[in-house]
């Protein structure tokens, strides 16, 4: 379903600046969708256009299939529907103090006091920002001005979140979590909409990518279909994903498979060839071109996991009776991966959880887990790119834990199975601790059969997602 879309659309300036020359675009709910372009090519503009702040001198803007009103009552409607966050927060934040400016929505929507209270604490926890709660906004930091205009906007639960260049200002970690949140939102069903200079960003996080130039749409895809053309996008005065251009390196090198489009570290690394040799004795008959079987190779001689069987090719002989032969691996025992929902954080079923998986590596991800973790004095040693960084270990044999919470224990739990069904790794995976495997166990029941949800279960889905983030959920 088409939930926003526009229609030939025009927008001058008054002073007669052309910001938007005929822009039809077609956005499907539910989807992550990046808008990405050079400086002054239109994206703001473009923005504040879809949610009613500008009004188009030609062309439509439709929402859900019906064009847009521009009635205050109209656009009361519309902006509860379509939120936005402003590329500049000081735009956004006009209460005195944090509290007030993210309980501003609700507060105009005549939430009951209680229910703005409750819908306002649980941003705060989400973002982080229960110590900044009574400062006036305007004594904060750049990303932390960022974190509150963005809770602003999700307190008011929008079906449609635009972003406009969400990441600037804010610190690797903070991106990452803020990363974390609008994943675990579009999990929920929020169509995500931002804007972006990062390339990389654009191609690794997007459903769906738009590439605007001089105020028009220059191209649209998947983000594979758009970065594939690096003319195109060096016209748009951007620069290649870096992964792809490191790919590229490795590619006319033979050091990776060639013809493909790695998205993200674990799937370039898949596509490493393995020039992997070795002086090994071998026996008086043995020749070039024949194969000797390496038995099982572990510790600082095994490569990609604890054990690897190997079987190798002799390239060529020495007169000392050696020979350099390259090597076939396939690793015994990679390693593992467990989800743990930190909401139902119990200290027994941790420990026992580390022991039993000899657990080496704990990542946590999203705010609420990591200060949990921190409370209880976990040893994280990882709390970015946590998914990633778990899967790159657990190939290398570690045994990692993922401290994460509700609802992101099933989007977390979705991008690992994917790995291991693309890669066909077997790696063992374990959505842990008798919570995290019951939330698995739901989602695994709703991919195989979605149009048999029980209405428990519909109603189950709906209250944990209630504004989005009812009992903080997760990431890509
Ligand atoms: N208030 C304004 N009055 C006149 N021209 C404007 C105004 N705001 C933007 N423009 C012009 O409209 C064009 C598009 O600007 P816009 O802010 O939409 O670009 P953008 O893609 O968001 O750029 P950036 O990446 O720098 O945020 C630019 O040429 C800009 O100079
Ligand atoms: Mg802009």
């Not at 005549?110 to 229910?115: A, L, P, Q, R, S």
């Not at 004594?139 to 001005?145: D, E, I, T, V």
Request: net charge negative.
């Amino acid at each position: 379903m088409i939930i926003l879309e526009t229609e030939k659309l025009e927008y001058s300036y008054p002073d007669g600046t052309k910001a938007i020359d005929d822009v039809s675009i077609q956005i499907p709910a539910g989807e992550k969708v990046s808008f990405v372009g050079k400086n002054g090519s239109g994206k703001s503009t473009l923005f504040l256009l879809l949610n009613g702040t500008l009004k188009p001198k030609k062309g439509k803007v439709l929402l859900g299939g019906k064009e847009i009103s521009y009635s205050s009552s109209g656009l009361l409607d519309l902006r509860k529907r379509v939120g936005i966050v402003f590329q500049n927060s000081d735009d956004q934040i006009i209460a005195p103090t944090v509290y007030q400016d993210i309980a501003f929505g609700p507060v105009n929507l005549n939430y009951k006091k209680e229910e703005i209270d409750r819908i306002v604490s649980k941003m705060l926890d989400y973002f982080g920002l229960q110590s900044l709660k009574d400062k006036p906004p305007h004594h904060l930091s750049g990303g932390q001005k960022k974190r509150v205009a963005i809770a602003g906007v999700l307190a008011m639960d929008p079906d449609v979140i635009i972003l406009d260049e969400p990441l600037s200002n804010l610190d690797p970690v903070g991106a990452d979590e803020i990363l974390d949140i609008l994943n675990e939102l579009n999990h929920s069903g929020k169509t995500i909409i931002i804007s972006t200079h990062d390339v990389d960003l654009a191609y690794k996080w997007s459903d769906r990518v738009f590439l605007m130039s001089g105020g028009k749409l220059i191209d649209e895809g998947s983000p594979k279909e758009v970065f594939s053309n690096e003319a195109q996008v060096r016209n748009a005065s951007l620069k290649n994903p870096v992964i792809l251009d490191f790919y590229h390196e490795l590619e006319k090198r033979w050091l990776a498979t060639g013809g493909q489009q790695p998205k993200d570290i674990p799937e370039l690394v898949q596509l490493l060839h393995k020039i992997d040799l070795m002086r090994v004795s071998v026996g008086p008959n043995t020749r070039v071109g024949e194969c000797v079987n390496l038995g099982v190779l572990y510790g600082d001689y095994s490569k990609d996991g604890l054990y690897e069987a190997v079987n190798s090719r002799v390239l060529c002989k020495n007169d000392d009776g050696t020979a350099v032969v390259e090597l076939n691996r396939r690793v015994l025992n990679p390693g593992n991966i467990c989800v743990y929902n930190m909401d139902s954080f119990d200290k027994n079923e941790y420990e026992q959880i580390v022991a039993e998986y000899k657990i080496n590596f704990i990542g946590a991800m999203g705010k609420k887990s990591k200060e949990r973790a921190e409370e209880e004095g976990i040893p994280v040693v990882c709390n970015s790119g946590v998914i990633d960084k778990s899967i790159l270990n657990a190939l290398t044999g570690n045994r990692c834990l993922i401290l994460t919470s509700q609802g992101m224990v099933e989007h977390t739990s979705k991008r690992i199975r994917d790995y291991i069904k693309k890669s066909g790794i077997r790696l063992s995976f374990h959505p842990i601790g008798k919570s995290a495997a019951e939330i698995d166990e739901n989602a695994k029941k709703r991919e195989e059969n979605p149009e048999k949800l029980s209405v428990e279960e519909n109603k189950l889905k709906v209250s944990t997602y209630d504004h989005g983030i009812e009992d903080e959920e997760t990431r890509g």
